[in-house]
Protein backbone atom coordinates (compact mmCIF):
# COMPACT_ATOMS: atom_id res chain seq x y z
CA UNK A 1 0.00 0.00 0.00
CA UNK A 2 1.26 3.35 -0.91
CA UNK A 3 0.67 6.34 1.30
CA UNK A 4 0.59 9.82 1.44
CA UNK A 5 0.47 12.37 4.13
CA UNK A 6 -0.56 16.05 4.48
CA UNK A 7 -2.16 18.83 6.32
CA UNK A 8 0.89 19.81 8.19
CA UNK A 9 1.11 23.21 8.75
CA UNK A 10 2.21 26.52 11.61
CA UNK A 11 -0.40 26.84 14.05
CA UNK A 12 -0.82 28.75 17.45
CA UNK A 13 -0.84 26.45 20.31
CA UNK A 14 -4.36 26.26 21.66
CA UNK A 15 -5.56 26.01 17.16
CA UNK A 16 -6.56 23.17 15.15
CA UNK A 17 -5.25 21.28 11.79
CA UNK A 18 -6.16 17.98 10.59
CA UNK A 19 -3.93 15.73 8.19
CA UNK A 20 -5.26 13.45 6.28
CA UNK A 21 -3.24 10.55 4.46
CA UNK A 22 -4.05 9.01 1.43
CA UNK A 23 -3.91 5.46 0.07
CA UNK A 24 -3.75 3.44 -2.59
CA UNK A 25 -4.77 -0.31 -2.69
CA UNK A 26 -7.62 -1.98 -0.57
CA UNK A 27 -7.65 0.51 1.91
CA UNK A 28 -10.12 -1.20 4.43
CA UNK A 29 -7.40 -4.30 4.63
CA UNK A 30 -4.82 -2.48 6.27
CA UNK A 31 -4.82 -1.24 10.14
CA UNK A 32 -2.93 2.02 9.97
CA UNK A 33 -1.19 5.08 12.55
CA UNK A 34 0.00 8.37 12.95
CA UNK A 35 3.35 8.69 14.46
CA UNK A 36 5.61 11.74 14.67
CA UNK A 37 9.37 12.62 15.43
CA UNK A 38 10.38 15.62 16.64
CA UNK A 39 13.86 17.11 15.93
CA UNK A 40 16.59 15.33 17.87
CA UNK A 41 13.81 12.81 19.56
CA UNK A 42 12.92 9.20 18.38
CA UNK A 43 9.76 8.60 15.92
CA UNK A 44 7.26 7.59 18.65
CA UNK A 45 3.61 6.28 18.35
CA UNK A 46 0.65 8.57 18.25
CA UNK A 47 -2.42 7.06 17.34
CA UNK A 48 -4.07 3.96 15.33
CA UNK A 49 -6.94 2.92 13.76
CA UNK A 50 -8.42 -0.93 12.95
CA UNK A 51 -9.53 -1.21 8.85
CA UNK A 52 -12.64 -1.04 9.53
CA UNK A 53 -12.38 1.96 12.00
CA UNK A 54 -13.94 -0.12 15.55
CA UNK A 55 -10.55 0.35 17.12
CA UNK A 56 -8.69 3.28 17.79
CA UNK A 57 -5.82 3.46 20.11
CA UNK A 58 -3.87 6.58 21.54
CA UNK A 59 -0.36 7.47 23.56
CA UNK A 60 -1.68 9.18 26.46
CA UNK A 61 -0.20 12.78 25.87
CA UNK A 62 -2.64 13.28 23.22
CA UNK A 63 -5.91 11.26 24.53
CA UNK A 64 -8.72 13.94 24.36
CA UNK A 65 -7.35 16.38 21.87
CA UNK A 66 -6.41 13.81 18.92
CA UNK A 67 -9.42 11.74 17.18
CA UNK A 68 -8.31 9.52 14.55
CA UNK A 69 -10.35 8.32 12.15
CA UNK A 70 -10.78 7.20 8.23
CA UNK A 71 -13.06 6.91 5.19
CA UNK A 72 -13.03 3.82 3.91
CA UNK A 73 -14.97 5.27 0.66
CA UNK A 74 -12.41 7.83 0.17
CA UNK A 75 -9.00 5.28 0.83
CA UNK A 76 -8.60 8.30 3.44
CA UNK A 77 -7.18 8.64 7.03
CA UNK A 78 -7.04 11.66 8.99
CA UNK A 79 -6.04 12.73 12.62
CA UNK A 80 -7.74 15.58 14.08
CA UNK A 81 -5.81 17.71 16.21
CA UNK A 82 -7.12 19.74 18.49
CA UNK A 83 -5.64 21.91 21.68
CA UNK A 84 -2.15 22.28 19.85
CA UNK A 85 0.78 22.46 22.33
CA UNK A 86 4.46 23.16 21.27
CA UNK A 87 5.33 19.18 22.69
CA UNK A 88 3.28 18.26 19.43
CA UNK A 89 5.77 20.08 17.15
CA UNK A 90 7.06 17.49 14.67
CA UNK A 91 6.96 15.62 11.74
CA UNK A 92 3.69 13.53 11.13
CA UNK A 93 4.09 10.18 9.40
CA UNK A 94 1.25 7.59 8.43
CA UNK A 95 1.55 3.81 8.58
CA UNK A 96 0.19 0.52 7.69
CA UNK A 97 0.36 -2.95 8.91
CA UNK A 98 0.71 -5.58 6.68
CA UNK A 99 -2.52 -6.47 5.71
CA UNK A 100 -5.46 -8.42 7.46
CA UNK A 101 -3.20 -7.49 10.46
CA UNK A 102 -4.36 -5.59 13.42
CA UNK A 103 -4.00 -2.25 14.92
CA UNK A 104 -0.89 -2.06 17.14
CA UNK A 105 0.66 0.90 19.01
CA UNK A 106 3.92 -1.03 18.52
CA UNK A 107 6.07 1.02 15.67
CA UNK A 108 8.49 -1.42 14.49
CA UNK A 109 5.14 -3.62 13.24
CA UNK A 110 4.30 -1.01 10.88
CA UNK A 111 6.23 -1.81 7.21
CA UNK A 112 4.80 0.99 4.72
CA UNK A 113 4.81 4.61 5.38
CA UNK A 114 4.38 7.89 3.74
CA UNK A 115 6.58 11.02 3.67
CA UNK A 116 6.09 13.20 6.57
CA UNK A 117 3.82 16.15 7.08
CA UNK A 118 5.44 19.07 9.28
CA UNK A 119 3.23 20.38 12.33
CA UNK A 120 4.60 23.21 13.90
CA UNK A 121 3.16 24.80 17.26
CA UNK A 122 4.14 28.11 18.23
CA UNK A 123 3.59 29.32 21.88
Known amino acids: VQLQASGGGLVQAGGSLRLSCAAS???????LGWFRQAPGKEREFVAA????????YYVDSVKGRFTISRDNAKNTMYLQMNNLKPDDTAAYYC??????????????????WGQGTLVTVSS
Open 49 to 56: ISGRGGLR
Open 95 to 112: AARPRFSPATMVINDYDS
Open 25 to 31: GTFSSYA
